[in-house]
């Protein structure tokens, strides 16, 4: 049962899939849990008889400010103190462009992790100035400037007018990219426990205002966005905005209204960014291998409707051909026996090894282990193996050990 943090009442501190005590919260609050649970349950709510409530997380962790309280984190428990080594990975930031001693590299708070990353590649891009892009702009000018617009000009000025209706390109730094990014660390600064990153966070929102308008932009927009070699030092800032653009839990932002805000990341969709950056590492050295994430493999199971369709976490290939399958799981408990039926559907669709991937369980128990699919023609192996997401170090420590955990389960297999 999680209790009060430190902070006073208002806050809340949890563990994934735990639980509070019972709580009484406003209608505004209810509401919004409602409506943060629309899609997908994140933090559960069960009703007690004398009206109060008590909210349980899952494996989305983050913060929900919620209207007349709580705040409510919610902390990974296999990341021990690593979730901004765990963001950095899955993202690809592998420099260290990371300076500040925050609350995040103590595990205090997830969303600082996210944040701390966030910051440095923002103050990276703040130096180099913002992209631009041509937009087009329709106008009245004094003087003939682009291409004249005949319809505008004979409806607005008529046949003795002395402006003229034009429409002109000019470049502009009010973008879809810079306004995602504008917006997302509206965001965080909203929710950051860290007083130095929030005050950083402030700063940097106060130099992007300057370069674009409060016209919101959807996560959607921001995934067809393309970077070219002009601004491809926008690539892990734009992936970081849309991840928190999509976690949030508000589709409608404005900047009064604060005092309902969340910021959840399932921590399985981490997991499997780590994992399958992992398995491509490993076999980086290996002329003719490569990983492919969530490839589509042939089912066992066809015909009927609906269709079935198999999508491992990662597919390693040899010359194209599949060589093995694998998945990752971010669970904390026991091996689950859905995992299993899960693996060996996959395994059976191409008669070839599975890896099964697993935090590491900082509980000092292991689900580490070994079974045996039979296939028609052969015994397939199928490992279940943990990956060392608590060890303490440095970064590149960290990654090495992620390595070189997939690497010799890969190799025990193929």
Known sequence: MATESQSGPDEITLSEHDSTAPLSLSEAALDALEDLNAETTKLSVQYMRDGRVQLSSSQYVGAVSLPDGPLVRILPKAAG????????YAHGVTADTIDRETSATSGVSFVDALAALFVAELDTVLRRGPSKEYKRVGATESQLRGQLDLPRQVQRQGPIGTDFEVNYDTLTTDTITNRAIYQAARRLTTLVADDGLASTLHRQQQQLRRW????PVRPAAVARVETTRLNAHYDTLLSLAEQILRSSYLEDFSAADFASYGLLVNMNTVFEKVVERAARDAVAHRNGWDVAKQSRIEPVVTGGTPSVNMYPDFVLLED???RLVGDAKWKTNSISQSD???MTSYQLSNEVPGVLVYPEHIDETTVATEYHVHAADSELDFLVRELPTAQ????DDFIDGLQDSIHETITALV
């Open 81 to 88: 103190t690593n979730f901004l080594y765990l963001l950095r």
């Open 212 to 215: 674009v308008s409060e016209q």
């Open 320 to 322: 194209g051909d599949v």
């Open 340 to 342: 299993i039926y899960q």
């Open 392 to 395: 303490s170090g440095s970064f």
